[in-house]
């Protein structure tokens, strides 16, 4: 005679499935009815009753199309609790169940979108992902491992776009969370998805390889691309003996993006190595893993700097310490990307890498300081290229996507140029004098346009910043054997005092820091043994000593602090100025201590700011003494 609890138990179920269940109460239910066996080892589990009938199996499918949120949270995690353990029985059900997934890959609400994840991991453990539909669901849970902790809600927020397709989820009423599940703890739960798909089930590589390489690209799917490299790491290692076949795969794919355009992503996400779950680290193990993609000379290069890169970014606390870690890190990365194109010595695949950078601005915003990244990575391609036309169009486009507003894509932008003037100098110069002569402001019109239209005046001084720096930086990188030329034909034209009617002070720090550069560029072509002096020093001091001074009716605020640091600038490189040829006249240098002497009247508070400004004075003062 049967037992009457699993009829119980089942009848029980069947009742929560014709109403309104809450999560909580059928979640509960589940949990002390499946713990049955644990508990009381002579009481039947749910799983004893025998196959739930198709009735209670599609009623749970339907019920996870309706509008409330309350019975498609509930359906779900009736489904994630049973399929284990009614695989066999519900065998005839895998077509209904896979399409009802599909219908909710839609959703907008966190709590329903953790379920239908976890359901996902439950699915591919007992072989319900394959084929397309297989790589739509690995899909969705790197679409949701991208989430960042200020994700909204609305609807164009919730909706799934995959690379097949677009799943709103149509009709659907806004309601309270079924739980109170946070971005971070979606994003959690798809991550370890992920990673016990891809560690624990074997039979998930055929359709996790190379599929996602494809997550790599997309920029909606950057927040991701840590787990997916690390999911990568673990494909190749279990298969590192399989090298040929792995690369074959990708080869019979087209919808697989290139080896050369995977680099370019990876390269440029390297920047942050602070950031969560050890992105750096992940996207070296990959690029050491993409070995075999790439032309082969290089196998040998990674092996030997990839090692070192992880080392620099494994102990992120004692990064923290080091103020210059940032800087040290992005210039590691450019040498990582030089190095590398030095090794590969394939023409043909470095023209497709720089068309590859290209087309990968439109991954970032313009803010956003992987953007000013990827001009360093572009313009020291760019100096490997002996196609001037090819050259001429990046540069071109590399200006067209600068944010030149921004400081920092700014900086990057001037950088880049003065990599790319290391071997296209002239190049660099005509395009430079270019955009020169199209900005077409004379004083006259700058005083007229402060009384029209302020923001043009912004503008303006955008570019002369601009235009500042990347003269300043294809002078620091110009090879010393034509630099002096150069040189001559910027200051001895005054071509550069066209860029000295800036006012905003971030533009007056940018037109300083040129003028160091230039004379810096001196001072390196005399250890290399090219010795001259530069022309018009004594007007450079004079150009540097009126943009560190207040301009009360420059109709900019400049805090005292910006002001000061402005000032610290303009000591570092009256300092560099005074140590190049020819030695400073009595008059000059009585002129530059004149200037700057009054510092030492300074508060000592604040000390930040202060002390580096005191410690340039006090270097600028040494400086004239030795070379008197």
Not at 488 to 507: C, E, I, N, Q, Y
Request: with cysteine.
């Amino acid at each position: 005679m049967s037992h009457p609890l699993p009829k119980l138990l089942l009848h029980l179920l069947q009742l929560l499935l014709q109403t309104s269940f809450t999560c909580n109460i059928i979640d509960n239910f589940l949990e002390a009815v499946l713990s049955l066996p644990t508990l009381f080892p002579r009481a039947p589990a749910l799983c004893a009753f025998g196959p739930i009938d198709n009735k209670t199996s599609r009623t749970l499918a339907l019920r996870c199309r309706f509008k409330e949120d309350t019975l498609t949270f509930g359906s779900l995690s009736v489904l994630k609790h049973l399929l284990p353990r009614l695989t066999e029985a519900w065998h005839s059900m895998r077509p209904d169940l896979v399409e009802t997934v599909k219908l909710l890959l839609g959703e907008h609400n966190l709590g329903v979108r953790k379920a239908l994840a976890e359901l996902i991991v439950v699915m591919a453990s007992h072989c319900y992902l394959v084929g397309p539909s297989g790589e739509l669901f690995i899909e969705y849970l790197v679409h949701n491992s991208a989430l960042s902790d200020m994700e909204t809600l609305d609807n164009s927020k919730g909706s799934f776009y995959s690379s097949t397709g677009y799943y709103p989820f149509p009709n659907k009423k806004v309601e309270v969370n079924v739980v109170p599940v946070s971005p971070s703890e979606l994003r959690a739960t798809c991550e370890k998805g992920l990673l016990l798909i891809t560690i624990t089930i074997p039979e998930m590589e055929h359709v996790l390889w190379p599929f996602l390489l494809k997550m790599i690209i997309p920029r909606v799917y950057t927040g991701a691309v840590a787990t997916v490299c690390r999911c990568i790491s673990e494909i190749c290692r279990h298969r590192s003996s399989q090298s040929t076949l792995m690369l074959s795969e990708c080869k019979a794919r087209s919808d697989v993006p290139l080896p050369e355009e995977l680099f370019a992503r990876l390269v440029v996400l390297l920047h942050n190595p602070l950031a969560r779950e050890q992105l750096s680290t992940q996207i070296l193990m990959v690029l050491s893993c993409m070995a075999p993609l790439l032309p082969r000379n290089i196998n040998l290069f990674l092996q030997d700097e990839i090692p070192k890169m992880k080392a620099y970014v494994s102990d992120t606390e004692d990064l923290k310490q080091n103020p210059l870690y940032q800087e040290t890190w992005d210039d590691m990365i450019i040498n990582f990307l030089a190095e590398s194109l030095d090794v590969i010595q394939d023409v043909d695949w470095v023209l497709s890498l720089g068309n590859a950078f290209a087309k990968q601005y439109e991954l970032y915003s313009s803010d956003d300081e992987h953007s000013a990244l990827l001009h360093r990575c572009l313009g020291i391609l760019l100096q490997k290229v002996h196609d001037r036309t090819y050259v001429q169009d990046k540069i071109d486009l590399m200006y067209e996507q600068a944010n030149i507003a921004n400081p920092t894509n700014r900086l990057g932008l001037a950088k880049s140029m003065g990599l790319v003037a290391a071997s296209h100098l002239d190049t660099v110069l005509e395009k430079l004098k270019d955009i020169l002569d199209n900005v077409g402001q004379t004083i006259f019109q700058r005083i007229l346009s402060f009384f029209s239209d302020k923001t043009k005046m912004e503008e303006s001084d955008d570019i002369h910043a601009a235009l500042a720096l990347m003269y300043g930086y294809a002078a620091k990188y110009a090879p010393s054997t034509v630099i002096e030329a150069r040189i001559d034909a910027l200051v001895g034209t005054d071509m550069l005092s066209r860029l000295l009617h800036v006012r905003h002070p971030t533009a007056k720090q940018a037109v300083i820091t040129a003028i160091d550069l230039l004379g810096k560029a001196v001072i390196g072509a005399a250890e290399t043994g090219i010795s001259f002096p530069l022309l018009k020093r004594d007007q450079l001091l004079d150009y540097i000593l009126t943009l560190m001074g207040r301009d009360n009716d420059d109709g900019f605020p400049e805090s005292s602090l910006e002001l000061m640091h402005t000032q610290s600038l303009a000591l570092c490189a009256c300092t560099t100025l005074v140590s190049v040829e020819p030695k400073l006249t009595t008059d000059t240098r009585n002129v530059v201590m004149k200037a700057t002497l009054g510092f030492f009247a300074l508060p000592n508070d604040p000390s930040d700011v202060i002390d580096p400004l005191i410690g340039n004075l006090v270097k600028l003062l040494c400086t004239i003494l030795v070379t008197r």
